[in-house]
């Protein structure tokens, strides 16, 4: 078994999924300007970032061959919208559950 083939595959699973919204809090932190923000603002900008993130994520396994193309790009422009907009959205539901505060 190639460790580093495991390791690499599982990092752009986990930062397609639940860890888009773990690197989104992270980014929030660590640039000073989205410190700044308002509580509704860095939300918003969390989703986005999660969204982002995710989606690299998710082409990095493309790209590596680990995840099946969603079809031919000039042909199927709708399936890859789709594709990462379910990923993205997936993100964000996922870092809103893994950050929800008991009530």
Known sequence: ??????????????VS????????YWLME???????LMPMW???TAFVLAFIVACAGYAGLMVMQYVALPGVWP???RLWVETFFAVGAGAILASQVVHAKDL
């Open 1 to 14: 078994m190639d460790i580093q083939y495991s390791l690499l595959k599982d990092a752009l699973v986990f």
């Open 17 to 24: 999924t639940a860890g888009a919204g773990v690197v989104a």
């Open 30 to 36: 660590q640039l000073p300007a989205l410190e700044e």
């Open 42 to 44: 860095k939300r918003y």
């Open 75 to 77: 042909t199927d422009w």
